[in-house]
């Protein structure tokens, strides 16, 4: 088999599973590979990825010209193109919508809390790039700001997008950011989030090289600056002194009990309570 029909049989798989675990629904979702002698292999539009064949895919040149193929090439090209721009090292790009982080995208909430370790060394952050209309140039403008130090970021009220070496590569970072959106929502839910300490990030940062994981930039220093986005991750990990799992006081008043019902903490009524108070509130002014 050439390299070409194979990487035509691995856009296939990929979408097959994009489908299967329903990170993309009907026709969302697209996928592209570099082939050799600047060509890209690509989805055409308007197809679901459950459901391709090999001779669907689109050869384009790296300014989206079509060379080959019956079918258009994916109306979001435009993102693909410029990830391709931007990062020499990237072989693949997969766009897909996968509900709980593109919950967190339609929330605003990236995902770049040290929580999870396999996280911090493979992905490091995934940051949200700005809302922009689907397949205009507008995307491809907000994925630049994070592409150069990011191998996937969230789409603000739209999806997820990853890169790779290999197209596996960028499929398996999609799923690692389901992942791992499943894993803190659920933790959101029972009410409290540990973080990974700083320190201890960094020391999970130093061994990327003895897993051999290529990460596109490093992890901010403690306060980066507002624009770091473009040469770093930003994490969000609180000094440890000494401990390796710092509660996160935001969200749960210092992970004590005690703080938690000192008046710093969450409190919760019920809808008659909330009611009874503000009535009293609005008697009290009369
Ligand atoms: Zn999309």
Request: charged letters at 25%; glycine letters at 8%.
């Amino acid at each position: 088999m050439s390299v070409e029909s194979s990487l035509r049989a691995d856009i296939v798989e990929v979408g097959r599973r994009l489908y299967a675990r329903a990170y993309t629904a009907s026709n969302d979702g697209n996928i592209s590979v570099r082939l050799g002698g600047n060509r890209l292999l690509m989805t055409p539009k308007s197809v679901c990825k459950g459901f391709m064949t090999p001779d669907m895919m689109c050869v384009t040149d790296l300014d989206g010209r079509k060379l080959e193929g019956e079918r258009d090439p994916s109306t979001e090209m435009l993102m693909h193109l410029e990830v391709y721009r931007q990062r020499a090292d990237v072989q693949a790009v997969v766009h897909a919508h996968p509900p709980i982080a593109t919950g967190f995208a339609v929330a605003g909430i990236p995902l770049n809390r040290a929580v999870l370790a396999e996280v911090l060394t493979t992905l490091g952050s995934i940051p949200i790039a700005e809302y922009a209309t689907p397949s205009t140039q507008e995307l491809p403008d907000a994925v630049a700001k994070y592409i150069k130090a990011h191998d996937g970021m969230l789409l603000a009220n739209h999806g997820a997008l990853t890169v790779g070496s290999d197209l596996f590569s960028a499929y398996y970072k999609m799923e690692t950011i389901e992942h791992f959106a499943k894993i803190s929502l659920v933790a959101r839910l029972l009410g409290r989030e540990n973080l990974i300490a700083r320190e201890e990030v960094e020391r999970l940062q130093g061994l990327r090289g003895t897993y051999g994981i290529k990460a596109p930039a490093p992890i901010c220093a403690d306060e980066p600056a507002t624009d770091a986005a473009a040469v770093c991750q930003v994490v969000e990990a609180p000094p440890g002194g000494g401990q390796r799992l710092v509660p996160d006081v935001a969200v749960t008043g210092g992970g004590d009990p005690a703080a938690r019902d000192s008046g710093d903490g969450e409190i919760r009524l019920t809808y008659r309570e909330l009611s009874a108070l503000i009535e009293d509130a609005i008697r009290s002014l009369r």
